[in-house]
Each structure stands twice: as C-alpha cells, then as structure tokens.
C-alpha cells in the first residue's frame, strides 16, 4: 500500500436516527489525506466534524461511500476490522481522557502494552515520549496532579506513544488558554512531522490554523472548498463594509488584505501584529469589534488562499494622503514585534510596486 493515500473517502453519507427521526449529518464527502500531511477541518458547530472524525477514526461504521483508512474499507466494516484499525490511531480528545487511579507514566504506558508485543523498549519509549511533551519529571503523578495544558499533554504522549500512522484530534486546545493552545498544537504538529504521520485536527481555533497543510471546510455536513470559503466570505466583507462607507469598501478590502500580508510575511502571525491589524482597522473605519475580527480573520483566510485570490485583488484608487497613510500602516505592522524584518520589507516593496506607489507612499504619476 506503498501509494495509497492514508484516508481516502469518497462520497461519504452519514445519519443518526431511524424512520422519521432520521437526520442526514454528512453529505457526499470526498477527500484524500497522505502521511506526513496535517489538515484541520474547521466549520460552525453542528456541521458534522466530529462525525466525520469519529468515522475516519473507525469508532463509528461508515454507512454510505467508501471510507478507506490504512488500506482498509471501513464502509459496513465488522467491529474486527475497526478494531484493528483503530489500533493504529492515535486520538486526542478536548477532554484528555486519562485513568484517574494511574500515574501519567502508567497511563502513557497502558496505550504502549495494549498494542505492542515487545514490551523490552516499552519503559524507555514511555520515558522519551514524556521528555517529548515536557514532562518527564511529573511521570509518578496523577492525572489531578497536573494543570490542564499538562493534562492534554500526557494526551498527546498517550495518543502517540505508538507512533500512530493517523493523528486524530477534536479540538485539543478547546479547554486550554491560548499559550498552552498553541504549544500544544506545535508539539503535535512537531510529533507528527517526525513520525509521518497524517493528521486530521478539528478546530475552531483561528490562530492555529498556519500549522495546517491544508485546511478543509465542513459547513451543514458539506465539504467546501476554503476559496468559496473565502470569495462568500469576501462577498460578506464587502457588503459590511458597504453598509459603512460604500465609497471605501473596496479600498477597506484590499487595505485589509495588504496589512495580513504583510503579518504574514515571515511565515507565521504573532498576538503582537493580529492586536496591530485591529487596532488599524479600527482607526480606518467605524466598525463593531465582531466586524472588525471577521474582516482580519477574513483578510487572513485570504492570504492564506492567496493562490486562487490573484484575479481578485481590487485597484485601491489611493490619493496621496490614503496612499501614504496604507503605507504607513504597513510598516507599522512590520514593526508590531519590535523590529522589521527583511522579508516585511521585501513584502512592503512588492506591495507598493502592485499598486504603483513609491517607498515613502507617494503614488507615482504616469
Ligand atoms: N449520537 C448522535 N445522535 C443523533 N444526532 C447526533 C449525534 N451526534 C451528533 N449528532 C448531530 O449530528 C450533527 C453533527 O454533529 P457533530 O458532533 O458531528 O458536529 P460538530 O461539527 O463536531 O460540532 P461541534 O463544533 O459543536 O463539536 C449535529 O446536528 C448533531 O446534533
Ligand atoms: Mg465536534
């Protein structure tokens, strides 16, 4: 099975419920995820993530499609087959899930004892796993023992301690605060990257959605591409806009889009430059705080889709004084972190080039 993908699903139907109470989740999903690849599947609440997680997962038998994991078609598969596969899974839950009555140790071990048969290595991989997570020193405590960032780690130690081929994880930074969020999505990105493993993570978590390979869109049990995501979205953005400064909306647009190039410039965005692009979008137009975190999250999702955006970049139409104030504005997300980097600054001259202005923000006359 050297080529096949490690989850291949195609025309994936799902419903819970008999007879009238019969309620179709999931619609016609179709998609392929390889080793080593890292997809976070994002949409509103209820739109069946966790269904379609749960039967990627094999906790759940497929009722309609194919749903092929590891080789293996899960579609009316018996409890045999699952098991096995789900042998070779590694899940994270919200929830870590760990045995109350045993140590972090003894918990990361029992997920090692009930799937392989040499137990000599057992001890030291146990050990290298919670070194892995950080750890190491609290391997004698108990779950209560630990804060909740420490608990979700020994989830993470446990879900791979066998260097599972497939990562599953439903939102494993939905109890955790933001910093503890992020370190933990690192190490699984970190884990998974050295193990080639392929991971699916659920997540309504904006701010680690740049730890994706991919990013897969789940909206009422559809799958939907992230460019209809973003040109709906872009749609929405421009209308809000509209309703505040019809004249400006356009310029808004693309003035938001510039500025989350630039955060993005040097690969991934900090606190520091999304408080930046806020505070900026404030001062540029009058809008709600709920409006102005869409029109960034937005923004964002566009640079991120930049590769089916580029027929959409709109002409700004700067005067001098916006011209000047855009690129200001820029810079000033370069320095958000305390100092410009040369790849902010090659993204600012790419920028001002696109929309015929000079360095200092003087549009050129031609
Ligand atoms: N065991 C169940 N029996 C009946 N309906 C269910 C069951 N589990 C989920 N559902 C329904 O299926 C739909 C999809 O649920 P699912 O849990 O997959 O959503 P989700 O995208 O994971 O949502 P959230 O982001 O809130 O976790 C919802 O309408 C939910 O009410
Ligand atoms: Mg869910």
Same mark, same amino acid.
């Given at each position: /099975?050297?080529?096949?993908?490690? =989850?291949?699903?195609?025309?994936?139907?799902?419903?819970?419920?008999?007879?009238?109470?019969?309620?179709?989740?999931?619609f016609d999903?179709?998609?392929?995820?390889?080793?080593?690849?890292?997809? =976070?599947?994002?949409?509103?609440?209820?739109?069946?993530?966790?269904?379609? $997680?749960?039967?990627v997962g094999a906790l759940r038998s497929a009722q309609e499609g194919s749903v092929r994991v590891l080789g293996q078609e899960l579609l009316n598969a018996r409890e045999r087959k699952l098991i096995k596969v789900r042998r070779q899974i590694g899940y994270i839950f919200q929830a870590h899930n760990l045995l109350n009555?045993?140590?972090?140790?003894?918990?990361?071990? /029992?997920?090692?004892?009930?799937?392989?048969?040499?137990?000599?290595?057992?001890?030291?991989?146990?050990?290298?796993?919670?070194?892995?997570?950080g750890l190491a020193e609290h391997e004698h405590k108990l779950p209560r023992e630990l804060s909740g960032g420490q608990k979700q780690r020994a989830g993470i130690a446990r879900a791979l301690v066998n260097r599972p081929k497939i990562v599953l994880a439903d939102e494993p930074t939905a109890s955790l605060d933001k910093k503890s969020g992020r370190d933990v999505v690192e190490l699984i990105e970190d884990l998974a990257r050295e193990d080639g493993s392929a991971v699916i993570l659920v997540t309504h978590d904006n701010r680690i959605l740049d730890v994706a390979d991919r990013i897969l869109h789940v909206e009422d049990g559809r799958m939907r591409s992230m460019s209809e995501v973003v040109s709906e979205g872009?749609?929405? /953005?421009l209308n809000l806009l509209e309703k505040h400064d019809p004249n400006s909306a356009n310029y808004l647009a693309t003035f938001a889009f510039a500025l989350a190039r630039i955060a993005y410039a040097d690969g991934e965005v900090s606190d520091a430059e999304r408080?930046?692009?806020?505070?900026?979008?404030?001062?540029?137009?009058?809008?709600?705080?709920?409006?102005?975190?869409?029109? /960034?999250? $937005?923004?964002?999702?566009? %640079? %991120?889709?930049?590769?089916? $955006? !580029?027929?959409? =970049?709109?002409?700004?139409? $700067? !005067? @001098?004084?916006?011209?000047?104030?855009?690129?200001?504005?820029?810079?000033?997300?370069?320095?958000? !972190?305390?100092?410009?980097?040369?790849? @902010?600054?090659i993204e600012i001259d790419a920028i001002a080039a696109e929309f015929g202005l000079h360095r200092k923000g003087i549009p050129k006359t031609s």
């Open positions: /099975m050297s080529t096949e993908a490690r =989850i291949a699903l195609d025309g994936v139907s799902y419903c819970f419920g008999k007879g009238a109470l019969r309620k179709q989740v999931l999903i179709a998609t392929q995820i390889n080793g080593g690849e890292i997809v =976070i599947l994002t949409g509103p609440s209820g739109s069946g993530k966790t269904t379609l $997680l749960t039967l009555s045993l140590t972090i140790g003894q918990n990361v071990q /029992m997920a090692l004892q009930l799937n392989s048969e040499k137990r000599k290595d057992d001890k030291r991989r146990v050990i290298e796993v919670l070194q892995r997570v872009t749609s929405r /953005m408080e930046k692009i806020r505070r900026i979008l404030h001062e540029v137009a009058d809008l709600k705080e709920s409006e102005v975190e869409f029109i /960034m999250e $937005l923004s964002m999702m566009q %640079r %991120r889709a930049k590769s089916n $955006l !580029d027929n959409r =970049i709109v002409n700004p139409a $700067l !005067d @001098e004084k916006r011209a000047k104030h855009f690129l200001n504005s820029l810079h000033a997300i370069a320095q958000a !972190d305390g100092i410009t980097t040369s790849l @902010e600054l």
